[in-house]
């Protein structure tokens, strides 16, 4: 099982809404947030919690995503084995994960960023990782581009977010993803 830690503003649901379908799509989900838990697709490959804070962490590996609205806590110990998904623009979560000595894959429209868009139209869009990334598995993945089709309009932010949680998760996308 992969697990997913989704955390930040409850009201802010985008990332939400991107991510529940792709990992239905890709092996099906557990999803908890407050007083909720539900099954999306028939397996349970992955399992996404959502949380206002950053919970205490003891698994032993997973991806923790951090949206663009967090709380004002204190600093989030974020074990070694977990990778973080960031915006690019996200201050906030950038200063937090300093101290940290997990790797943070970058999602964003710049150069700089893990992951970029190379295009976007209305039912599709091409996905740049531009540096290597290892999954959580430890398998090395090599930059590329890769296709991207949109089960309904998605934002930039939702494609990268959700395309970085498949790669982590080591779901191959040579064939491209579906969100």
Same mark, same amino acid.
């Given at each position: 099982m992969t697990n997913v830690l989704l955390c930040g503003d409850p009201t802010d649901t985008s990332i939400t809404d991107a991510l529940i379908p792709a990992l239905a799509t890709y092996g099906g989900v557990c999803y908890f947030r407050s007083g909720v838990a539900e099954q999306y697709g028939e397996n349970g490959h992955f399992?996404?919690?959502?949380?206002?804070?950053?919970?205490?962490?003891?698994?032993?590996?997973?991806?923790?995503?951090?949206?663009?609205?967090?709380?004002?806590?204190?600093?989030?110990?974020?074990?070694?084995?977990?990778?973080?998904?960031i915006g690019s623009g996200n201050k906030q979560?950038?200063?937090?994960?300093?101290?940290?000595?997990?790797?943070?894959?970058?999602?964003?429209?710049?150069?700089?960023?893990?992951?970029?868009?190379?295009?976007?139209?209305?039912?599709?869009?091409?996905?740049?990782?531009?540096? =290597?990334?290892?999954?959580?598995?430890? =398998?090395?993945?090599?930059?590329?581009?890769?296709?991207? =089709?949109?089960?309904?309009?998605?934002?930039?932010?939702?494609i990268l977010f959700a395309s970085a949680v498949l790669l982590l998760a080591g779901v191959d996308a040579e064939l491209g993803y579906v969100i």
């Open positions: 399992c996404l919690l959502e949380s206002v804070e950053v919970p205490k962490i003891t698994l032993p590996r997973g991806i923790l995503v951090l949206k663009d609205k967090l709380s004002a806590t204190a600093f989030a110990q974020v074990p070694d084995d977990f990778v973080c998904v979560a950038a200063q937090m994960l300093c101290r940290s000595k997990a790797a943070v894959v970058t999602c964003g429209t710049g150069m700089t960023d893990t992951l970029s868009l190379a295009g976007i139209d209305s039912s599709s869009a091409c996905v740049s990782l531009q540096r =290597n990334l290892i999954t959580l598995q430890g =398998n090395l993945i090599e930059p590329l581009d890769f296709s991207v =089709n949109l089960s309904q309009q998605r934002t930039p932010q939702q």
